[in-house]
């Protein structure tokens, strides 16, 4: 599950994405190529689960997409944060630390069930 090569962890795309974005607009490759770099090179993202995703963003409205030329002059779609998509990743990135700290907290953790003693 966690080997070089693992997915996402369910439901940490859209933060990701968030994340992504909240630097500035980007298309799909670049999103998807941010995130593996920001990961050093430990989360891929294929494009049967970011452009999903980057549709159920937009329904949500927390992003919005325009055509536009990408750096390589190709033709692409580029999404950017809403405001509500702004408060979304905040939302989610203060959701994500709790759980990162308590998961680590019980993977840290030295004291024993009281069944195991």
Known sequence: ???KDSGLLQGTLELL???TLSWGPM???GIASWIETATGDVLRVEEGSLYPALYRMTRKGWITGAWGTSENNRKAKFYALTPDGRREYQEQTTGWQRFAAAVNQAVTSTTAPSWAR
């Open 1 to 3: 599950m966690f080997a």
């Open 27 to 29: 298309h799909g490759y």
């Open 17 to 19: 994405v968030l994340k």
